[in-house]
C-alpha cells in the first residue's frame, strides 16, 4: 500500500459501479492453484508493497494451507503468519514466542467453525481496510456451507493493530445472495480503488463474478459488481498496481477462457478512479500475474504468464512465456489501447537460463519486487514443471532483473533444488517454484526469494528462503521448512500452495 493511502483521510461514502454481471466460471486445469493475491495494494512501486499487521515498519509473511487438518478435520485449512523483524522472518524454533501466529476458524475470535473441506486459507490478500494505518488480512473459505448451502464460501477479515490480531473483532462476509458450489473467496484483494472512502476496498471472486465491498462506519457493506464486456475467464487471479500514476489502484483479474478453448491466458483491465472500477480492455495472457514499477519510471508495470508457449502476439515457446505491459498514462501497454505492444520472454530469449520445453510452465507464477536494492524491480519466475537432472517436475526458479531500458536477461539467476547450498534434492513431482514471492521481511531494501514445493515430501509440502544482496539472490544461507515448524498439522497440508503476495 502506498504511504499516501495510508495517510489520506476521505469522507465515507458509496462507490459508483456498473450494475451488470462478469461471469467467471469455475477453475480446472491450472498447476498452480489460483488463489493468491499478486500486485501492489494501492501502490506505486514495487517498494510500497506491504504486509505490516502489527505496524512495525517490517513486511510480514502469509501461508495459506487450505488442504490443512484442523482438530482431525481434513481440508478445513489454516493461515500461518511470520512477521517481519530485522532479522527477518523465522519459525516457531527460530524465533521468539510471537514472531508465528496460526490462524484457523479454531482460533480464539475467528468466525465459523473448522470443518472438513472449509478450505480456510484457499485465498489470502492484505490491505488496510478500516485505514487505521494497520494492514489488515483477509482469508477467503470458498468450501464454507452457508446453513443448507453447500459450497456458498465466505471470506474472513482480521484487522491490524499496534498489538497484532484481535483488537478489533473479525469481520465475515458472503454474497449478497449465496448460491451452492459459487465458493465465495476463491479469489481475494484489496487496494485503494476509488475515491471517496476511508481506506483500501475489499474485491472477492467466486464462480458467480467480482464483488466490491467498502469499508464504513465499522462494517464491510457491498458496494457493486464490475462489468466486463470482454473474454469469459475461467479460474482466475487478482492483481493490482497503478498502472497509469493516478492516485488510484487498478485491477486485473486474470484465468483461461472458454472463448478459445481455454488454449491460453487473458487479463482484464480495471482502472480505479474518484468514482469506481472501470473495465478498460483485455490483455493477451495471464495465470501467474504480479504487478511492480520494473524500470523505475514511477509507473507499475503488469507482468503475466502464458502457459501454452503460443500466443499470436509473442510468437511460440513450448515451457511458457512471461509478457511485461509497462505503465504509462494510458495503464498497461496494449495492442488495444495507447502505448507500445506487451514485451514477451521465454527460456530461449536472450540471456535467460535454461531452455523452454514442452510442459515446463515457466511463467506459471510470478512475483516483482527490488532484489538488489538497485530501484527497479525485478522478477522471479516460478516454473514447477521444469526438469531438474533428469527428474519431471522437480521445478525450478528463475529471476530476471529490472533496469532502465525495462525487464533483461542480463544478470539473470537460476534455482532448483540441487543447486548447491539449496537444501534438499530435486525429485520428479515436487513442483519447486509453484508459488514464488519476493518480500523484503527484513527491511534492508533488498527482497528475498520465497519459493515453495507443495508436493514436497509426499505432499505435505514445503517452503524456501533465499537471502539477498547487492548482486541478486543467494542460495548460500538459503533455509528450507514445512507446516509443522509453523504449529500447523503437516500430513497432505501441501504447505506453499498458496503465498501472499
Do not use: C
Amino acid at each position: 500500500m502506498s504511504t499516501s493511502a495510508r495517510t489520506t483521510r476521505r469522507t465515507a461514502g458509496s462507490a459508483a459501479v456498473a450494475a451488470t454481471s462478469f461471469l467467471v466460471l469455475a477453475g480446472a486445469g491450472i498447476l498452480a492453484a489460483p488463489t493468491a493475491f499478486a500486485g501492489v495494494p494501492g501502490g506505486t512501486s514495487a517498494a510500497d508493497r506491504n504486509s505490516d499487521f502489527n505496524g512495525d515498519g517490517y513486511t510480514d509473511l502469509v501461508t495459506g494451507v487450505p488442504d490443512g487438518t484442523v482438530d482431525g478435520k481434513e481440508g478445513a485449512g489454516y493461515v500461518n503468519v511470520q512477521y517481519g523483524a530485522p532479522n527477518g522472518i523465522g519459525t516457531n524454533t527460530t524465533v521468539p514466542k510471537g514472531r508465528v501466529e496460526l490462524i484457523s476458524q479454531s482460533s480464539k475470535g475467528v468466525p465459523g467453525t473448522s470443518e472438513t473441506g472449509d478450505r480456510f486459507g484457499q485465498a489470502v490478500a492484505t490491505g488496510d481496510l478500516d485505514g487505521d494505518g494497520y494492514d489488515d488480512l483477509v482469508i477467503g473459505t470458498p468450501g464454507e456451507d452457508e446453513g443448507t448451502i453447500e459450497d456458498a464460501g465466505r471470506v474472513t477479515v482480521l484487522y491490524g493493530s499496534a498489538q497484532g490480531f484481535g483488537a478489533e473483532p473479525a469481520a465475515s462476509i458472503t454474497a449478497a445472495e449465496p448460491t451452492a458450489d459459487a465458493r465465495f473467496g476463491l479469489s481475494v484483494a484489496a487496494a485503494r480503488f476509488s475515491g471517496d472512502i476511508d481506506g483500501d476496498q475489499l474485491t472477492v471472486l467466486d464462480q458467480n463474478g467480482l464483488h466490491v465491498f467498502t469499508y464504513h462506519a465499522g462494517v464491510l457493506r457491498q458496494v457493486g459488481t464490475p462489468h466486463s464486456t470482454g473474454h469469459t475467464l475461467q479460474g482466475a487471479y487478482l492483481t493490482t498496481g497503478d498502472y497509469d500514476r493516478d492516485g488510484f489502484a487498478d485491477l486485473v483479474v486474470s484465468g483461461y477462457s472458454p472463448d478459445d478453448d481455454y488454449a491460453k491466458g487473458w487479463s482484464a483491465l480495471y482502472t480505479g478512479g474518484a468514482e469506481s472500477l472501470t473495465y478498460r480492455r483485455d490483455l493477451h495472457g495471464g495465470l501467474g500475474t504480479a504487478s511492480g514499477d520494473i524500470n523505475g519510471d514511477g509507473y507499475d508495470d503488469l507482468t503475466v504468464g502464458q502457459l501454452s508457449g503460443v500466443d499470436e502476439t509473442a510468437g511460440s515457446a513450448p515451457g511458457g512465456l512471461v509478457g511485461v505491459y509497462y505503465g504509462g498514462e494510458g495503464g498497461p501497454s496494449g495492442t488495444e489501447g495507447p502505448g507500445s505492444a506487451p514485451q514477451w520472454w521465454s527460456q530461449n530469449s536472450p540471456g535467460v537460463p535454461g531452455a523452454g520445453e514442452l510442459d515446463d510452465s515457466w511463467g506459471n507464477e510470478l512475483s516483482v519486487a527490488d532484489v538488489n536494492g538497485d530501484g527497479f524491480a525485478d522478477v522471479a519466475v516460478g516454473a514447477p514443471g521444469e526438469d531438474a537432472d533428469g527428474e519431471a517436475a522437480a521445478g525450478a526458479v528463475s529471476l530476471l532483473r529490472g533496469s532502465r531500458a525495462g525487464l533483461t536477461g542480463t544478470g539473470a539467476q537460476y534455482f532448483d533444488q540441487n543447486t548447491a547450498g539449496i537444501p534438499g534434492t530435486a525429485e520428479a513431482g515436487d513442483g519447486w517454484g509453484t508459488q514464488v514471492r519476493l518480500v523484503d521481511t527484513d527491511g534492508d531494501g533488498r527482497a528475498e526469494l520465497v519459493a515453495a514445493a507443495p508436493e514436497e515430501n509426499a505432499g505435505d509440502g514445503a517452503v524456501w528462503i533465499l537471502p539477498a544482496s547487492g548482486n541478486g539472490l543467494l542460495a548460500d544461507g538459503s533455509r528450507s521448512y514445512g507446516a509443522a515448524a509453523l504449529g500447523g498439522n503437516a500430513h497432505g497440508a501441501h504447505f506453499g500452495s498458496v503465498i501472499d503476495e
